[in-house]
């Protein structure tokens, strides 16, 4: 395609992909609306490669709506972890609850009506529309907007609203009259193969004769990243408290940051961690054996608490540093399990739904001990 050619953005990428574009991905086997969303909830802020064997034991796991819709969330979110950003689970569990409930366990064809669902925004559902059921409707999802911000060189950060809506304007006015699933995919795809965030590939894109950034010489530039702030730094000190091969874990609450996740409990800023193991019901502490692996010297603060190595994570807007503290307890006979309290054996971790940072620390610093 050149910058005077009769053919259309639309036209060269439909016949690109059709030659060069993916077509064995799992979720393409067919278009069944229930797969197509289960994978473009993954595909948010994940990559292909990564989402495969993920979307792969879902669907083994739940192969419909209903299925999902009758699990229980500890379930869900076991299967999830290691995806990172929890609240796509939870909202696709919620959603597809909502699907059995309002709309007899189909997918709506309607976009706007697939919007209400938690979770769908507008190019999620544009997606669904498209692929599913054929209707011409456009996404704009962060690859397309690379693709989109070099082709026709728009500057600005996405997320001001004007930019924002320069970008929606333009996917809009791209679209073909016929073929938009095939369109679809191809402007998914060369975002994700050609037109990548790093060295892309122009010699070999379709669009090159009509890009502008390509030009002008500013394909390193565009798009315009999200102007950066520096992201705080948290301290959180958690406590792995343990019986022999039995770890606590707490379930969080539903909603917030790893919302219905098991976790290892946070430490108050007022307490040590032995103090802390002390106040929760059930327990009764033990003095720290030695010869835990990795562990660090004991720390001064507690004769009966011990450092593990700690690491740090980064959420959206902040660091954390995690600083486990090990414990040894026993559980105090027939105090059954309760409230957001569970125990959880070093065997039975894999399946646990767990914070990808937490079952590290477990993982590589406490389970081998009961291998
Ligand atoms: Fe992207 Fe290069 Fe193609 Fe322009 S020519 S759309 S920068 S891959």
Request: glycine residues 8%; aromatic residues 10%.
């Amino acid at each position: 395609m050149s910058a005077d050619s009769p053919l259309s953005f639309a036209d060269a990428l439909i016949a690109w992909q059709r030659r060069c574009g993916r077509h064995d991905l799992p979720w393409q086997q067919d278009a069944d609306p229930y797969r197509v969303w289960v994978s473009e909830i993954m595909l948010q802020q994940t990559q292909v490669v990564t989402v495969i064997p993920y979307f792969e034991r879902f669907m083994q796991r739940f192969p419909n709506v209903q299925s999902l819709a009758e699990a229980p969330l500890d379930e869900v979110l076991g299967l999830w972890s290691g995806l990172g950003y929890y609240a796509r689970g939870r909202n696709l569990h919620k959603a597809a609850q909502q699907l059995m409930r309002e709309f007899a366990g189909q997918f709506p064809a309607d976009q706007q009506q697939l919007m209400t669902l938690p979770g769908i925004g507008r190019s999620t559902a544009a997606a669904i529309a498209a692929f599913c059921f054929g209707q011409r409707t456009a996404i704009c999802d962060g690859n397309v907007r690379r693709v989109l911000a070099r082709y026709a060189g728009i500057a600005g950060y996405y997320g001001e609203a004007a930019v924002g809506e320069r970008f929606w304007t333009l996917a809009e006015s791209l679209l073909p009259q016929a073929s938009v699933d095939i369109y679809t995919q191809a402007i998914m795809d060369l975002g994700a193969t050609v037109c990548t965030r790093s060295q892309p590939r122009c010699g070999v894109c379709p669009v090159q004769g009509a890009c502008v950034a390509l030009r002008e010489g500013r394909v390193a530039e565009l798009p315009t990243p999200k102007p950066r702030k520096a992201l705080p730094e948290k301290l959180s000190r958690i406590l792995l408290a343990h019986d022999g091969p039995w770890v606590l874990l707490e379930r969080r609450p539903a909603e917030g940051l790893w919302g219905g996740l098991w976790s290892l409990p946070e430490i108050p800023a007022d307490l040590d961690a032995a103090a802390f193991a002390a106040c929760l019901p059930g327990l009764r502490l033990m003095p720290v054996q030695g010869g835990y692996g990795d562990v660090v010297p004991s720390s001064p603060q507690s004769q009966e608490a011990e450092a593990l190595v700690g690491l740090r994570h980064t959420f959206s807007h902040y660091h954390v540093f995690l600083e486990p503290w090990r414990v040894a307890v026993r559980r105090v006979p027939g105090c059954a399990e309760a409230g957001p309290w569970v125990w959880v054996a070093a065997h039975e971790l894999t399946e646990a739904p767990l914070p990808a940072p937490v079952r590290r620390i477990l993982q590589e610093q406490w389970q081998p001990l009961f291998a």
